[in-house]
């Protein structure tokens, strides 16, 4: 099956970017390299095309409710204009995906998903809607999404798109009419930095890339300094940090799970997981020295595996090696030495926080 295409390809193929498939989509990696790159992202601003992330909407008198019961956050009396951060679960508390929920309106709820994973949420979400009132609208195919993220991010968006968002508070959204459509704006992220998302249809979202790049006041960045940015800031990636067999709490993202929450697909495993622990955790841990540990490589106690790296890299913000892992609980406490084979060696290292560097969010 041929990878798809997201509407701005053939912009990625004439700026020369190195194109490669990720989650079924032939996607740009990097243009220049990861570190000009990821740095540009700290320190300046960055423009990504997320145009492969899937949405839908969903509306109508029980779309709260629904999107409630396949949700483990708790959505219930928010603001229009709030988004959420959380995951969907599987009855044993494993994760089907985790996402962002919109509040467009009452009743009015935009779902961002991951690339890899839309055919397989949109058939899971279907699945459970049975005794909803709601109209379902899967749109990924219309919307093409722009994040530009980075300390000056603020001001490319205002003075380079014309779009007004300084007045966006961190995890809120709201749409534009603009252009003869309405286009969704927030204020979320993926990097650790201030930054926002723009939604549009595929020609419009094609227009703004053309302004940024013209402005010369924001790098192009591939998916290559998205995960270098993420996994500083200790952000999961679904298939990495999160998995059908990886739970939100084994993740350490307990906090995105509402348990007091009347019920969610996944609450009772969850609540179980809380109460009676689990058997394995996502950690962080440091390496001495320069060595790169990469997703797969085995973490071992005194020589005997009790885990392994889920992502790893010469972190280009700090400059040290380090990793996070999914390892047996009794060695994830902070401060355990554990040790990481890498081919025939094995190198030193230590339980760390997951946060490597410090997030830059808009307060």
Known sequence: MENKRTCLYDKHVALG?????????????????????????????????????????VKGPDAERYVNHIFTNDITGAPDGKIFYGMMCYENGGTVDDLLVYRMGENDFFLVINAANIDKDVAW??????????????????????????????????????????????????????????????????????????????????????????????????????????????????????SEEISPVMAGLSMFCKLDKPSF????????????????????????????????????????????????YNSISTGKSVCMALVETPYAKLGTPLEIQIRKKTFPGVVVKKKFYDKHYKK
């Not at 990720?22 to 790159?37: K, R, V």
């Not at 219309?142 to 991010?153: F, K, L, N, T």
């Not at 060595?291 to 790893?312: F, Q």
Request: charged share 25%; net charge negative.
């Open 17 to 57: 970017a190195l194109i490669s498939p990720f989650g079924g989509f032939d996607m740009p990696i990097q243009y220049t390299s990861i570190i000009d790159e990821h740095n540009a992202v700290r320190q300046h601003c960055g423009v990504f095309d997320v145009s492969h992330m899937g949405e839908v909407r």
């Open 125 to 242: 979400m279907r699945q459970h809607l049975e005794g909803f009132d709601v109209d379902f609208d899967h749109c990924s195919d219309y919307y093409g999404q722009v994040a530009v993220q980075g300390p000056e991010s603020e001001a490319v968006v205002e003075e380079v798109l014309g779009l007004k968002c300084g007045e966006l508070t961190f995890y809120t959204c709201k749409t534009i009419d603009t252009d003869g459509e309405t286009i969704i704006i927030s204020r979320t992220g993926y990097t650790g930095e201030d930054g926002f998302e723009i939604y549009g249809s595929h020609e419009y979202i094609r227009q703004q890339w053309d302004k940024l790049m013209a402005s010369g006041r924001c790098k192009p960045c591939g998916l290559g300094c998205r995960d270098t940015l993420r996994f500083e800031v200790g952000l999961p990636l679904y298939g990495d940090e999160l």
């Open 265 to 312: 697909i996944g609450r009772d495993a969850l609540i179980r997981q809380k109460t009676e622990g689990v058997a394995r955790r996502v950690i962080g841990i440091e390496l001495e020295g320069r060595a790169i540990p990469r997703h797969g490589y085995p973490v071992l106690y005194e020589g005997k595996p009790v885990g392994e790296v889920t992502t790893g």
